[in-house]
C-alpha cells in the first residue's frame, strides 16, 4: 500500500484546475496499463476499459474527478496587481497571505487591505476575494502583462508533507486520492469487466461525470471521493461530519444525492467482511459527481466511497493513510460484490 501512498502525492502535485486538467490528464495516461482502451471525451473526461475475468449482466462504472480547485485571472490593475476569481468553492480566508502560482511558475502573494486601514467592523468580517490581489512584483500593467495574460490559471504552492500518526498533508487531495485508487484497480486484476472514468470539472458544478455517464450508460456507478471532515477543536457530535482515522464515508445523502439504499448497506456490510472501518457523513453537506451521474440517461444506481479529509479546497488538505487504504479496499471488494450481484 506504500506505492498508493506515494502515487496519492505524485498526482496531487500536479496543477489541474477545473477546465485545465490536460497536465494532470496526460499524468494519468502514463501510468495506464497496457491491457486497457481508453478515450478522451469532448470535454476532456478520461474513460478506460478495463476487461475482467468475467462480463457482469449489468455494467459496472468507476468515478473520480482529476480537477482540484484553483484561481483564474480576471483583471490586470494599473500597479500591476492581479484581480482574480476562484475555480470552484474557495473561502477567501484560505487564500490571505498565501502565496501562488500564475500557470504554475509565476510566483506572486496574495495581499489585501493591511490591518491599519481598515475601518469599523472591517476587521470582523472576511474579505471577498474580489477585493483581494495577487502580487507577483511587477510595477505596473505594462510589465505584469509580459508575464500574465487574463484567463491565466493560477494554483497554490504548497508542499505535500507527512506528520503525525500517518497523516498526509496537501493540495488537491480532492480528488487525487480517488483516481490514485482508480489507477491502482486499474493496474491490478478485474474479476469484473469495469468502465472507469477521471472526469473533469467536478469542482464547478460536475459538469464532466454528466457527460461521461451519457457516454457510459452504466446501470451501476461507484464514485470515489475525499469528503469534508470537521473532526477538530471545538465542533461537537454529529456535526464534525465524519472522522479521521474512522475508515472509509459511504453516504446516504448530500446535497445532490439520495443514495441507493440497497448499495449504501452493502457497503458497510462488506467493509465488516472484508475487515475494514466505514462511517458515514452525519451530516447532509457536500455534494459530488454522484449528483449528475445518478439521474443521467434512464438512472444510475450509485454510491459513494470516500476518504474523509480536513481543510477540504485549501492548501493543505489533511487525509489519514489508513482512511485511504480503507477506502482503497473497500471500493475494489465493492466491483466485486456488484459484479457477482449483477451476473
Known sequence: MENLKQLVKELSAINGASGDESRIRAKIISLLPTDVKYAVDNLGNLIVEKKGRSTPSKKLMVAAHMDEVGFIVTHIDDDGSLCFAPVGGVLPY?????????????????????????????????????????????????????????????????????????????????????????????NGELAYDTTFVFTVQEEVGTRGSAAAAYSVNPDIAVVLETTTACDISGVEGEKKVCILGNGAVVSFMDRGTVYDRELYKLGFETAKEIGVKCQTKTVVAGGNDSGAIHKSAGGVRTMAISVPCRYLHSPNCVIKETDLYDTAKLASAMINKLGAMNS
Open 94 to 186: 484560505v487564500v490571505f497571505g498565501r502565496q501562488l502560482a500564475v500557470n504554475g511558475d509565476i510566483y506572486g502573494a496574495v495581499a489585501g487591505k493591511p490591518m491599519h486601514l481598515l475601518k469599523g467592523d472591517e476587521g470582523n468580517s472576511q474579505p471577498k476575494i474580489s477585493d483581494l490581489r495577487i502580487d507577483i512584483g511587477a510595477e505596473n500593467r505594462e510589465e505584469a502583462e509580459k508575464f500574465v495574460a487574463l484567463g491565466d490559471y493560477v494554483y497554490f504552492t504548497s508542499e505535500q508533507s507527512d506528520f503525525g500518526d500517518g497523516y498526509m498533508s496537501g493540495k488537491a487531495l480532492d480528488d487525487r486520492a480517488g483516481c490514485a485508487i482508480m489507477l491502482q484497480m486499474l
